[in-house]
Every structure is written in structure tokens, then in C-alpha cells.
């Protein structure tokens, strides 16, 4: 019985302290300063970037465009327009990448797209559309410069 008494105290204790560590206090300052709406989220626009249609680019010349591309996008991010950018790996769908732009309307976003000379030259394709997610994730940029040994 004291032995039941006490796994029955030690669980209680365990389930008080978690639940008091695990507590997160709403933040009203960084909610307004990230723009989210009452459950913590916004809107941004999806851009996922196909293969385009140009085929016929030399080695060089995608090079240069990419090194264009690469600057671009941290351009972008710097200017806190842009909170995701990656490639996607190697796949049958002609995926290359995806964006995340930090923008409400996807015609904010092809403005945005049109700088990127990849995307100018046809070696990438755009699909925009328009997404919800955690406000949050504007904070990935600055989470990543400290933890990024090697800048791009």
C-alpha cells in the first residue's frame, strides 16, 4: 500500500512539474511585431520551383545565373521577404526548390519572383499560391545565421 501511495504521489508530482515547465505565457509584443492573427499565425505565399524550359543554357551561363539566383534569395531574406529557400534533393517530378515569401498576396510574390535571374532566364518555374502558417517562421532566418558555420 505505501508502495502504491508513493508511485501515486511521485507520478502526481512528475505530472504537476511538466505541466508547470511546459506552460508558454502569450508573448503580445512579438505576436504584433511578427503580425499574427490571434492563434499565433499569418499569411505568406508558397512558391514551389520546377525545372524550366530552357534546356539549351551553357554550363557557364547557368552558372552565372545561379550564383544571380543564390544572391537573390539572400537578398530577399535580408529584406525580410523571404523565410524559406531551399532545394529539394534529387527526384522524378522536377522539383528544384521551394520558396516562402513573406507577403500576403501572390502578386506581391511574382513581383518578387521576377528578380530572380533563374526564374528570368526560364531554368526555374514558379508556382505561387497562398499559404497559412505559424508567424513564427519569420523567425527562421535569424535562428539560422547563428547557427550556420559556413555563410552562403
Not at 554550363?59 to 539572400?74: D, Q, S
Not at 534533393?89 to 513573406?102: C, T
Amino acid at each position: 500500500m505505501k508502495n502504491s501511495l508513493f508511485i501515486i504521489a511521485f507520478l502526481l508530482m512528475n505530472a504537476i512539474g511538466f505541466s508547470q515547465e511546459t506552460e508558454v505565457k502569450f508573448d503580445e509584443n512579438l505576436a504584433k511585431s511578427l503580425n499574427a492573427d490571434e492563434y499565433g499565425m499569418k499569411k505568406y505565399v508558397f512558391c514551389l520551383l520546377k525545372s524550366g524550359t530552357n534546356t539549351t543554357a551553357s554550363k557557364e551561363e547557368t552558372k552565372k545565373l545561379f550564383e544571380g539566383h543564390m544572391a537573390n534569395i539572400n537578398k530577399l531574406a535580408k529584406e525580410g521577404k523571404l523565410v524559406v529557400a531551399g532545394p529539394f534533393m534529387k527526384n522524378d517530378r522536377n522539383y528544384r526548390g521551394i520558396y516562402i515569401f513573406n507577403v500576403e498576396t501572390v502578386d506581391e510574390a511574382k513581383a518578387l519572383v521576377a528578380t530572380d535571374p533563374a526564374i528570368k532566364a526560364n531554368l526555374l518555374e514558379a508556382e505561387l499560391t497562398p499559404w497559412y502558417c505559424t508567424a513564427a517562421l519569420q523567425e527562421t532566418v535569424k535562428i539560422h545565421e547563428k547557427i550556420a558555420k559556413t555563410k552562403m
